[in-house]
């Protein structure tokens, strides 16, 4: 897997003290929560910024990914089932 832009969106809103943990990541505010907008290297860096969400009990709705290059995300988006 090669370098990806990912928008991750959780449910609640996460504030700038939270920024740290997910590092290089930035925060936006959305509607439906926050939206958590970065790059990850390969997979081991994804898998480790959900394992960073889940330990804090947050609700997935949503991964959304693009190459880095575009950082459009429509072409692969993954709504995060129930």
Known sequence: MSERYYRITVRGRLTERMAPVFHGF??????????????????????????????????????ESAPVATGAVEPTKRQASA
């Open 26 to 63: 930035r925060l936006e505010p959305h509607p439906e929560g926050t939206v958590l907008s970065g790059v990850c290297v390969d997979s081991s860096a994804l898998f480790g910024v959900l394992d960073r969400v889940r330990d804090l009990g947050l609700d997935l709705l949503a991964v």
